[in-house]
């Protein structure tokens, strides 16, 4: 399975990018995809995520900001920010958990790509 992140760029603050992930190849299951971000010096942080029910849920930061789809039919996930602030300001990574027949999970990663939000 490969990730690839696309739709990073400069924005001022209160502006908006739409973010997508295309995934190729096949998994048995996709139990959850998700949004991450790494800020300079900062750890990796869940942004958002959307369960295999479509159940999405958000970090307390991007609440009302941000939302998060997946079109199945087309193989991606898309990120919507709106009012973007400059501590929105990261790089971005797309994430797959897949489900196994044996009730394990794996984790796939995009490459990532940077947002950065500055007047």
């Known amino acids: 399975v490969q990730l690839q992140a696309s739709g990073g760029g400069l924005v001022q603050p209160g502006g908006s990018l739409r973010l997508s992930c295309a995934v190729s190849g096949s998994v048995f299951q996709i139990n959850r995809m998700g949004w991450y971000r790494q800020a300079p010096g900062k750890l990796r942080e869940l942004v958002a995520r959307?369960?295999?029910?479509?159940?999405?849920t958000y970090v307390d930061s991007v609440k009302g900001r941000f939302s998060i789809s997946r079109d199945n039919s087309k193989n991606t996930l898309d990120l919507q920010m709106n009012s973007l602030k400059p501590e929105d300001t990261a790089v971005y990574y797309c994430?797959?958990?897949?489900?196994?027949?044996?009730?394990?999970?794996?984790?796939?990663w995009g490459q990532g790509t940077l947002v950065t939000v500055s007047s």
């Open positions: 959307i369960s295999s029910s479509g159940t999405s």
């Open positions: 994430n797959l958990v897949a489900g196994t027949v044996h009730d394990d999970e794996y984790d796939y």
